[in-house]
């Protein structure tokens, strides 16, 4: 099984929430398509060599947010909409904020200016999205 | 299924003459869970672990497998790893291997030879000859290799390196995968970070944490405000129910809480701080906060 999830034991932040976290980032970045099926909780329990009942929490929200759905027997899949779902959207955007409310604090913590910070930040936005880039 | 705990301790107590080794605890562990057991050393954690499998005799309270005193059929089901090795000094591996096999109905021969080539051991050296990792790993094919439904596992990685620690988390998983329940001790708190899905941490004999690991990561937060001087006083921060401890250090204060990370954050900001954050805390954060005041200090400048 490809290793397509991994989380960290070792920070403050719960493992089934960083698994859904992950499997919603898969999903919403089509690294897990629609349809996929996911690892069972016991193999992805022994290849992140985490609890299984984490696993199966994390399986279990996903399910309620739609964005997998498990039918006894077979196993858990990608909901043929679980991309487009809003959870999945929101999951991105989560992840966004996250990252870059770290990286302004920083910023702020630094002793920079406001006008400084927006200025490095808008540099890295066109290194990033260049110009006419405006829709990937 | 039912109510019926794989693992109930009820207010258990074990006294060696006037010294309590362990008071009133009472744990109970749900059927297909793995439970980590930390504590200090000297903490009570082997004592329990030898009261609930019958070696010793509880001074007070009831242990119960599977809704039942420990009897002797209880180890058809229960595997119990000791934290000293229990094995023959002058038997091979081998001959342990045999001596299982008579023991216990359901042991399962092939699953016991998977487990010998998976730690790597030479079946026909002495017990005597093998290193302290080696004898773990023999107590630990020993222990597995009759399926059992419940596992009892005192320091379970005990002298094994990194790579076979990993091999025993793994066996911890699978066996709970498959509906066993797993209690374990262990020094090494990441082991039990990534495997448990609960923690009970033991201190003195008492019980002074017990929950999921999630539930604990997630109501436990630092808040940690530094500043361009001195830290200032903060007038009932201390005493501040919501807070459980308060470190200061130069010129960063941190506020460990319990609940609303977010309001001792805005009051420390009344105070213009040059930064203030709130961080998550780790297992191990949360076992030194709550062991707390008893951590040596290297190095000792207190800084």
């Known amino acids: 099984m490809p290793a397509i999830f991994t989380v960290d034991p070792r920070t403050g932040v719960p493992l089934y929430l960083q698994l859904i976290e992950q499997v919603k980032r898969a999903v919403a970045l089509g690294s897990?398509?629609?349809?996929?099926?996911?690892?069972?909780?016991?193999?992805?329990a022994l290849n992140l060599t985490i609890n299984p009942n984490t696993v199966a929490r994390a399986y279990r929200d996903l399910e309620?947010?739609?964005?997998?759905?498990?039918?006894?027997?077979?196993?858990?899949?990608?909901?043929?909409?679980?991309?487009?779902?809003?959870?999945?959207?929101?999951?991105?955007?989560?992840?966004?904020?996250?990252?870059?409310?770290?990286?302004?604090?920083?910023?702020?913590?630094?002793?920079?200016?406001?006008?400084?910070?927006?200025?490095?930040?808008?540099e890295q936005l066109d290194r990033w999205f260049p110009a006419g880039d405006d829709h990937k | 299924m039912n109510s019926t705990y794989a693992i109930a301790i009820r207010d258990f107590s074990k006294r060696y003459g006037s010294f309590e080794a362990v008071s009133n605890l009472t744990l109970e562990?749900?059927?297909?869970?793995?439970?980590?057991?930390?504590?200090?050393?000297?903490?009570?954690?082997?004592?329990?672990?030898?009261?609930?499998?019958?070696?010793?005799?509880?001074?007070?309270?009831?242990?119960?497998?599977?809704?039942?005193?420990?009897?002797?059929?209880?180890?058809?089901?229960?595997?119990?790893?000791?934290?000293?090795?229990?094995?023959?000094?002058?038997m091979t591996v081998a001959d342990h291997l045999e001596f299982n096999r008579r023991s216990y109905r359901s042991y399962d021969p092939k699953r016991a030879e998977?487990?010998?080539?998976?730690?790597?051991?030479?079946?026909?050296?002495?017990?005597?000859?093998?290193?302290?990792?080696?004898?773990?790993?023999?107590?630990?094919?020993l222990a597995f290799s009759f399926r059992p439904r419940i596992l009892v596992l005192d320091e379970p990685a005990s002298g094994l390196d990194p790579v076979f620690q990993r091999v025993v988390l793994d066996l911890i998983i699978e066996a709970a995968s498959t509906g066993s329940t797993v209690l374990f001790s262990s020094h090494q708190i990441g082991q039990v970070e990534r495997a448990a899905d609960r923690v009970a941490i033991l201190k003195n004999g008492k019980l002074i944490v017990d929950g999921t690991v999630d539930t604990l990561k997630g109501s436990e937060k630092i808040v940690?405000?530094?500043?361009?001087?001195?830290?200032?006083?903060?007038?009932?921060?201390?005493?501040?129910?919501?807070?459980?401890?308060?470190?200061?250090?130069?010129?960063?204060?941190?506020?460990?809480?319990?609940?609303?990370?977010?309001?001792?954050?805005?009051?420390?900001?009344?105070?213009?701080?040059?930064?203030?954050s709130i961080l998550d805390l780790n297992l191990e954060d949360i076992f030194i906060t709550a062991v707390g005041g008893e951590i040596p200090t290297v190095g000792g400048d207190g800084a």
């Open chain 1, 32 to 44: 897990l398509a629609p349809g996929e099926q996911l690892p069972t909780v016991k193999a992805l």
């Open chain 1, 64 to 122: 309620r947010d739609g964005v997998i759905e498990t039918s006894p027997g077979r196993g858990s899949f990608v909901r043929a909409d679980g991309s487009s779902t809003g959870e999945s959207r929101r999951a991105m955007d989560d992840v966004a904020n996250t990252v870059l409310g770290d990286a302004v604090r920083e910023t702020k913590t630094l002793g920079l200016s406001r006008a400084r910070a927006a200025e490095i930040f808008f």
């Open chain 2, 29 to 90: 562990v749900e059927p297909g869970s793995i439970c980590g057991l930390l504590g200090p050393n000297g903490s009570g954690k082997t004592t329990t672990f030898k009261c609930l499998i019958g070696l010793a005799r509880a001074t007070a309270g009831t242990m119960e497998v599977e809704g039942a005193p420990v009897q002797p059929q209880t180890f058809e089901t229960l595997a119990y790893l000791p934290e000293r090795s229990a094995l023959y000094e002058w």
């Open chain 2, 114 to 141: 998977e487990l010998v080539d998976l730690f790597r051991l030479e079946r026909k050296k002495k017990v005597g000859k093998l290193s302290k990792g080696q004898h773990t790993a023999v107590a630990l094919v």
């Open chain 2, 224 to 276: 940690e405000a530094i500043f361009d001087q001195t830290v200032p006083e903060v007038d009932g921060l201390a005493a501040d129910p919501r807070v459980r401890r308060i470190e200061r250090s130069g010129r960063i204060l941190r506020a460990y809480v319990k609940e609303d990370s977010d309001g001792i954050a805005r009051r420390l900001n009344e105070f213009s701080p040059k930064n203030v």
